[in-house]
């Protein structure tokens, strides 16, 4: 079946303007994930999507980050006002709910700022 | 909060050498996962350990938990060029459920 999907691959934009990455996941998954991952770095967490809870958005990195899931499937994360210091991979995962279950990535969004 | 530590960062080995990786948290973990990321990929799960003390083995990868749940290994028996990548371990503590945090991950070479 279809795995996680992200669009666009690859963004590159002038400091400044606003950007919108979309996650779609996996059919019937309701926990939804985005991470951020600068070369070579591991993945620091953004924000967490459940079902119809609250998000955590503890790992926002400040209020220029936003994200929603609507219909509790596809999700946006939108970074307005962007800073070089932004250019990373951004990468969504989603799963089953559950502490326990697998985590399936998408193939991320390289986003470049310039 | 909770960290999740990762070593070495860095290894290289030669083909047919065996490797491991450590991690250890802060916190006692429920669970710890481990994923492999390929070059150019997204990570890719590879296994869950739940109980303390457990170990796993898939062919040449043998995961283990410790007894306090607050580290986990890997080791890769006789690497492979295939086992090229960066493998990170992801722990779930008490007050960080569905939210794993992963550590930085350990990139490996292996030279033919």
């Known amino acids: 079946g279809a795995g996680v999907s992200q669009s666009p691959s690859n963004k590159v934009t002038e400091k400044g303007k606003d950007v919108e990455l979309r996650c779609d996941p996996i059919s019937g998954h309701t926990a939804l994930y985005w991470y951020r991952q600068s070369l070579g770095q591991g993945l620091e967490f953004l924000i967490y999507f459940q079902g119809n809870s609250a998000p955590d958005k503890s790992g926002l990195p400040s209020d220029r980050f936003s994200a929603e899931r609507t219909g509790g499937s596809v999700s946006t994360l939108t970074i307005q006002r962007t800073q070089q210091e932004d250019s990373a991979v951004y990468l969504c995962?989603?799963?089953?709910?559950?502490?326990?279950?697998?985590?399936?990535f998408g193939d991320g969004t390289r986003l470049s700022i310039l | 909060g909770q960290q999740v530590m990762q070593i070495p960062q860095y290894q290289h080995v030669q083909e047919g050498e065996d490797f491991t990786t450590y991690c250890n948290s802060s916190?006692?973990?429920?669970?710890i996962q481990w994923y492999k990321q390929r070059p150019g990929g997204h990570p890719v799960f590879l296994i869950q350990l739940v109980k303390s003390g457990e170990v796993k083995k898939q062919k040449r990868l043998t995961f283990q938990f410790g007894e306090a749940k607050k580290n986990s290994s890997l080791h890769i028996t006789a690497t492979q060029t295939t086992d090229v990548g960066t493998y990170f371990c992801?722990?779930?503590?008490?007050?960080?459920?569905?939210?794993?945090?992963f550590g930085q991950g350990t990139i490996l070479t292996v030279h033919p």
């Open positions: 992801a722990g779930i503590g008490g007050t960080s459920y569905g939210k794993l945090t």
């Open positions: 995962a989603s799963s089953f709910p559950g502490a326990a279950q697998p985590q399936h």
């Open positions: 916190t006692t973990l429920s669970n």
